[in-house]
């Protein structure tokens, strides 16, 4: 599991402005001011020192060599996020672009008698959980797309072996130079979900048990499992429904993990009416019903149809666009297009038939303890979200 943010992890003592930081490989940065400080570490804007400038393109995190997190974040770029690595998949993929931060370097740095460890990032823009604190919800063609661009990321890094485990608004970024790119950032929490194709098994440790943000973890945190591929896309899918409703339905709850995990149990288990009527009054969360459903419906150790997965979040197929925010009457300058017109009714069928026969053919043996049902109660309930789904999308488009 990710390790815990616990009491022994503090932050570490301010490095000085302009202190000389020599990386793995020799090269030398320059610390420039402070920006930010998470809950383990602190982030500066830094610069190469045979390209100084006025304007910074990196930034650089440092915590105490003891302290977990960068480690991970340092282990997870070397082994699954290279630059070559990346920009193969973008190019196998036909992407525009993948969000996820470059890796520049890291090192040892000493001082006053500590040892720091820095990692050496691509600088970003601001962070989504800010926007979301001024404007409390996204536009619906938005939110979606934020879905399609958060699963390119996921497939990316799931095909790697890792999961990411702490996907939120405040560990999405826009892009410092292009604020219509989003990007997934923050890897201090990931985890190697299939070490060497060896994925893990599932067992259930309950001194493991609500890890992760409270808000958004997934089902297997709260009950001590190791997380999975499907542990993000249902974490993903709790980030949709905020970003889109403006709350959750557990958000009361959060100093007791065993009422969160109750409520997160019964949304799924009620699918697709619990989303359906979460949504305010006017909008439709039918795509968002039907993306936890997939999600749901997952085996532990089952690889996820990505493909279907961002089909239900953009059934007309359209090429992705700028992002687009309002933040109290005033927008962040980023765009989507909004003259989206979508069958949903015809979408909605189509998908779920598809993951329907998926079911028939194939009842994926894995560890589902808790969660186990047999396959034709699996189709029962997508045969419901087929009805339910094209009541919705007629209400809407009517």
Request: net charge positive; hydrophobic share 35%.
């Amino acid at each position: 599991m990710p390790p815990r943010r616990n009491e022994k992890y503090k932050l570490p003592v301010p490095l000085p402005e302009g202190k000389v930081l020599d990386d793995m490989e020799g090269k030398q940065w320059v610390l420039g001011k402070m920006i930010g400080s998470g809950g383990f570490g602190l982030i500066y804007l830094a610069f190469p020192t045979n390209k100084p400038g006025k304007d910074a393109r990196h930034v650089i995190k440092v915590e105490y060599q003891e302290n977990g997190p960068l480690f991970s974040e340092l282990k997870f770029y070397q082994r699954a996020a290279k630059k070559d690595c990346i920009k193969k998949w973008i190019e196998l993929k036909q992407l525009d672009y993948l969000g996820i931060p470059l890796f520049y370097g890291s090192g040892l740095t000493e001082f006053k008698g500590r040892s720091y460890r820095f990692l050496v990032m691509e600088r970003l823009g601001i962070d989504l959980q800010k926007i979301s604190d001024q404007s409390g919800t996204f536009k619906k063609s938005t939110v979606l797309q934020l879905g399609t661009r958060m699963l390119d990321v996921l497939e990316y890094i799931h095909e790697h072996e890792y999961v990411h485990g702490d996907i939120k608004a405040a560990n999405l970024l826009l892009g410092y130079n292009n604020p219509d790119r989003v990007y997934l950032a923050d890897y201090g929490l990931s985890y190697r979900y299939c070490p060497n194709g060896n994925h893990k098994q599932y067992q259930e440790n309950p001194r493991k048990g609500h890890n992760g943000t409270m808000e958004f973890t997934s089902l297997d945190a709260h009950r001590g499992v190791a997380l999975s591929r499907r542990s993000d896309l249902e974490i993903l899918g709790y980030c949709l429904l905020r970003w889109l409703c403006g709350k959750l339905p557990w958000e009361r709850h959060l100093k007791d993990p065993v009422a969160v995990q109750t409520a997160k149990t019964n949304l799924l288990d009620e699918l697709p009416v619990s989303v359906l009527k979460w949504a305010p009054s006017g909008s439709s969360c039918c795509e968002i019903a039907q993306y936890l459903a997939c999600a749901r419906n997952l085996a532990y150790n089952e690889k996820p149809n990505y493909q279907m997965l961002k089909t239900i979040l953009n059934p007309s197929g359209m090429p992705l666009g700028p992002l687009e925010f309002s933040t109290k009457g005033k927008s962040v300058d980023v765009h989507t297009p909004n003259n989206q017109k979508v069958d949903l009714q015809k979408a909605a069928t189509k998908q779920v038939n598809r993951m329907q026969n998926r079911l028939i053919e194939k009842e994926v043996p894995g560890e589902r303890s808790v969660e186990s049902c047999a396959t034709r109660r699996k189709v029962q309930k997508e045969e419901k979200l087929i009805g339910l789904l094209n009541n919705e999308a007629a209400q809407v488009e009517g």
